[in-house]
C-alpha cells in the first residue's frame, strides 16, 4: 500500500509563506517526506513587500527598512545575496532623510529655529519613551525643554498615565513658559504665537508616529501592551537590491510548481471534531476552495493572510473558514488592531528647478517637516486639502533625487487611495507653495507625476500592518499563532496554522516578525513529524 505523502498548503505568498516553505524543503527535500504547495491569491509573490520603479528610481511600495541590523535575520540574508550594494540609486540609500540637516517650516513658509523645535521633539520622544515603559525612571521634568503646558499636552499625559497605570508623568508643564507669553508673535511668523507653534510641532511628531504604528489615532494604543515590542540593536537600513530580493532569495530554492500564483482561497472547511461523514477526503481533514471553483484538499494548511483579512473574514456572514473560527481566536483578531500607511511618491517638474531669472537652482531639495494650522483653526491655508494636513514630512527619496516622499496614515491614507492623479498634484501643488519651501518662491514647487500605494482598498491585504490597540494585549498575538484545533479535541491535529507579522508578539508589525513566524509554524509541523534535529543541521 502507497502511503501518501502529508500535504501543507501555505496560504500567502509573502514573507511568512515563503519562509514557511523554504523551511519545510530546505530540511526534508532530501527524504522527499512532504508535499508542499504555496498558494498565492495575487499575480505576483512578496505580500506586502513589493519593489518598484518610479520616474527612473527604485522604491518600495510596501516594507521599507530593515529595523536595526544586529542579529536581523533578513539583514543577514541581504548579506548573504549581495543585495545591500547596489550601482543604481535606490530609496533611502542615504538613511531616514537626504541630509542631517532637517528644515522645520510652518504653514506660510515661516522656518522655525531649532530652539523652538527641539524641546518639543525631546518632549515628545519622552512622553512616548515613558509610556512604552522604555524610560521609567525618567520623570520628564528637565527644565531645559521649552514645552508649555497647553490643554493639548495636558490631555495627551493624562491619557497616557492613565493606560500605564503610573500615578502621574510628573511633567510640571505649567511652568515651562509664563501663560503671558501664549500670545508672543514670533518675529517673521505672522500669526503664529508660541502656542500654536508648540501644539503644532507636536502634532507633526504625533502624525509621524502614526505612520510608525499604523494607528490612526496615537490615544487608540495601549502603551503598556506596546512596551513588549522589541527592535534589534544597530541602525536601519533599506536594501540596495531592493526588498523584494529577500523574497525572491526563500522563492529560488522552491521547485518549479511549488507556488501558484492567481489561486485566491475563498473558503476553508476544517474538523474542530472528528466526524466519519463530512464529504471531505477521507484521508485530508482540510478542503481549500478556491474563486475559480477548484478545491484542494490538505493535512495542513498555513494561513499567512494579514490580519485585516481575517478581520473580514470573521466579519462576513458567509465567513472564510466553515465551520468558524473558535470564539478566543475571533476575538483576539477582532481585538488587535491593523491600520493603513501609505505612501505618495511625486515627481518634481523640471521648471521647479529654474528660478525666474533663468539661472538654474541646486537640483538638492531640503528634508522638511511641515507643520501645520489645526484643520479646524480659522488661520489655516484654505487651498490646503484636509488629507495633506497631517502628513508630517516632505523629502526626496534619496539625496539629489528629483522624487519626493509623503507618509499619510488613518483616514487621510484612505482618503489618498480615492484620489485622481490630477487631484494630488493640485492639492500637493498648492500645500507646498504655501510653504515657499526652503528658498524655492511660491508657485515654483511643481509635481509633473504621481504614484500612490494603495493598501486600504486591495482586497489581499485591506490594511498595511498590526497594532496593540486599547483592549487588546500581548496575549492576542499569542492567541493569533495557536494552531487549530486544540489538542484536547480527537480531530486530526495542526489542522489551520497561522503565520504573519500580527502573530509575533514582540515583532509585530515588521517583515522579521513575519520571518520568524513563518520558521515557527515551519518547525512546528517538523517537530509533528519527528523531522527536528534529523534532518535539520
Avoid at 519622552?126 to 493639548?152: C, P, S, V
Avoid at 537600513?237 to 501558484?260: C, D, F, R, W
Amino acid at each position: 500500500m502507497v502511503v501518501k505523502k502529508p500535504r501543507i498548503v501555505i496560504v500567502g505568498a509573502g514573507m511568512a509563506g515563503l519562509t514557511a516553505a523554504n523551511k519545510l524543503h530546505s530540511v526534508t527535500a532530501s527524504k522527499d517526506l512532504f508535499e508542499v504547495c504555496v498558494v498565492e491569491g495575487g499575480s505576483r509573490i512578496g505580500g506586502r513587500i513589493n519593489t518598484s520603479e518610479f520616474c527612473g528610481d527604485q522604491i518600495e511600495l510596501g516594507a521599507t527598512w530593515i529595523h536595526g541590523i544586529g542579529g536581523s535575520p533578513l539583514h543577514k540574508i541581504a548579506q548573504q545575496t549581495h543585495s545591500l550594494l547596489s550601482d543604481k540609486p535606490w530609496e533611502c540609500m542615504d538613511g531616514n532623510s537626504s541630509d542631517q540637516t532637517t528644515i522645520t517650516i510652518a504653514e506660510g513658509g515661516f522656518h522655525l529655529d531649532p530652539s523652538i523645535v527641539n524641546p518639543i521633539t525631546r518632549l515628545f520622544k519622552n512622553l512616548m519613551d515613558h509610556a512604552q515603559g522604555k524610560n521609567q525612571k525618567n520623570n520628564i521634568t528637565e527644565r531645559d525643554t521649552t514645552a508649555r503646558g497647553d490643554e493639548f499636552l495636558h490631555s495627551f499625559c493624562k491619557k497616557v498615565s492613565t493606560r500605564v497605570g503610573s500615578a502621574g508623568l510628573s511633567i510640571g508643564l505649567d511652568a515651562y513658559w509664563d501663560s503671558s507669553k501664549d500670545q508672543e508673535e514670533f518675529k517673521g511668523c505672522g500669526i503664529w504665537n508660541r502656542k500654536l507653534l508648540e501644539e503644532a510641532i507636536f502634532a507633526m511628531h504625533e502624525n509621524t508616529q502614526r505612520t510608525y504604528t499604523s494607528a490612526g489615532d496615537l490615544l487608540n494604543l495601549d502603551y503598556n501592551a506596546e512596551s513588549e515590542y522589541q527592535m534589534f540593536p544597530g541602525e536601519e537600513i533599506t536594501i540596495a537590491k531592493g526588498y523584494l530580493s529577500i523574497i525572491e532569495y526563500l522563492a529560488s530554492a522552491l521547485p518549479p510548481g511549488v507556488i501558484q500564483l492567481g489561486r485566491k482561497v475563498t473558503r476553508i472547511q476544517w474538523q474542530p471534531e472528528r466526524h466519519e461523514q463530512n464529504g471531505f477526503c477521507s484521508s485530508r481533514p482540510v478542503k481549500l476552495h478556491f474563486c475559480d471553483g477548484s478545491v484542494m484538499h490538505a493535512d495542513h494548511v498555513i494561513i499567512t493572510v494579514s490580519l485585516g483579512v481575517l478581520k473580514a473574514a470573521i466579519g462576513d456572514d458567509q465567513g472564510m473558514f466553515q465551520p468558524p473560527l473558535p470564539n478566543y481566536k475571533a476575538e483576539a483578531i477582532s481585538r488587535l488592531g491593523f491600520g493603513v500607511v501609505n505612501k505618495l511618491f511625486m515627481q518634481l517638474s523640471p521648471t521647479t528647478h529654474h528660478c525666474k531669472d533663468g539661472h538654474h537652482r541646486p537640483k538638492r531639495f531640503p528634508y522638511l517637516q511641515l507643520v501645520f494650522h489645526s484643520p479646524h483653526s480659522e488661520m489655516r491655508h484654505k487651498k490646503i486639502p484636509w488629507w495633506m494636513r497631517r502628513s508630517p514630512t516632505l523629502c526626496p527619496i534619496y539625496k539629489n533625487s528629483s522624487v519626493l516622499l509623503c507618509w499619510f496614515a488613518g483616514e487621510e491614507a484612505k482618503a489618498l487611495e480615492s484620489l485622481k492623479d490630477e487631484e494630488i498634484i493640485n492639492g500637493a501643488s498648492d500645500t507646498f507653495s504655501s510653504f515657499r519651501c526652503s528658498g524655492y518662491s511660491y508657485n515654483e514647487v511643481k509635481f509633473s507625476k504621481v504614484l500612490k500605494t494603495k493598501w486600504a482598498t486591495d482586497p489581499l491585504f485591506l490594511g498595511s500592518y498590526s497594532y496593540v490597540a486599547v483592549g487588546s494585549s500581548g496575549e492576542d498575538f499569542d492567541t493569533m499563532a495557536e494552531p487549530l484545533p486544540r489538542e484536547s479535541t480527537s480531530s486530526p491535529p495542526l489542522q489551520i496554522l497561522f503565520a504573519g507579522e500580527a502573530t509575533h508578539r514582540t515583532h509585530y508589525s515588521t517583515t522579521h516578525g513575519a520571518y520568524f513566524s513563518g520558521l515557527r509554524e515551519a518547525n512546528r509541523l517538523l517537530q509533528h513529524y519527528h523531522c527536528l534535529g534529523i534532518y535539520n543541521n
